[in-house]
């Protein structure tokens, strides 16, 4: 059982599309942060989001960690197929550093 | 910087098999973390060091999985015997610690890749 659902598991959109992918839990983290993951390649760091309600904007990217801290979003405004990949929401603590990853969404943009 | 450095990228070995996974972490960083990624678990954290020292092993499926760290700049994951359940990507990540004692983000190697037949 993942502590992190994440939803959809898949999402297909053209090209100049917006999409929003969540990830919500019961439990409440200390942060959340937000990963892409490409074919071969390791997980790489989006953003971090450590306050109740707060929103980080990254270029086209923002992202909204809920007013609880049990759950956040991920927006892509005009969607480019340079942001297809998995992307990965993951929770920590405040007592340690450990990471509790949720199972991922699979964005495809089509061009 | 060369970022956490993995060996073998790919392994196919048959069951009952040892099998070693190699790290190499970013230079400086003092915590280590190996993770393992399959389609039906997701990314699962299986142990972690910080200086050299195992903190948790919690993650650890089995008595046939092993982890060492002998020095600041190598650590491996032992199987023995392996399994065909043990087919999946192997992760390997590494992190320092910041002004504040917070620790930065976590660096991933680019995975090994295990097929067990």
């Known amino acids: 059982t993942q502590l992190l659902e994440q939803s959809p598991q898949f999402l297909s959109i053209q090209e100049g599309e917006n999409l929003t992918v969540y990830c919500n839990s019961s439990s409440v983290f200390s942060s959340l942060q937000w990963y892409r993951q490409e074919p071969g390649e390791g997980p790489v760091l989006l953003v971090t989001v450590v306050t109740g309600g707060e929103v980080k904007k990254l270029k086209r990217l923002t992202f909204q960690f809920g007013d609880a801290r049990k759950d956040s979003s991920l927006h892509i405004t005009a969607a480019q197929p340079g942001d297809t990949g998995l992307y990965l929401c993951?929770?920590?603590?405040?007592?340690?550093?450990?990471?509790?990853f949720g199972a991922g969404t699979t964005v495809t943009v089509r061009a | 910087d060369a970022g956490v450095i993995q060996s073998p990228r790919h392994e196919v070995t048959e069951m009952g098999q040892e099998v070693t996974l190699r790290c190499k972490p970013i230079?400086?960083?003092?915590?280590l973390f190996w993770y393992r990624q399959t389609m039906m678990r997701g990314l699962e954290l299986l142990i972690y060091f910080n200086n050299n020292v195992p903190i948790d092993d919690s993650g650890m499926p089995e008595d046939r999985f092993s982890a060492k760290m002998p020095n600041a700049s190598f650590s491996t994951l032992k199987i023995q015997p392996s399994e065909p359940r043990d087919s999946a990507v192997y992760f390997c990540?590494?992190?320092?610690?910041?002004?504040?004692?917070?620790?930065?983000?976590?660096?991933f190697g680019p995975g090994t890749r295990l097929t067990v037949t």
């Open positions: 990540a590494s992190l320092t610690w910041v002004a504040g004692g917070k620790p930065s983000e976590q660096y």
């Open positions: 230079s400086g960083h003092n915590s």
């Open positions: 993951a929770g920590t603590n405040s007592n340690d550093y450990k990471l509790s």
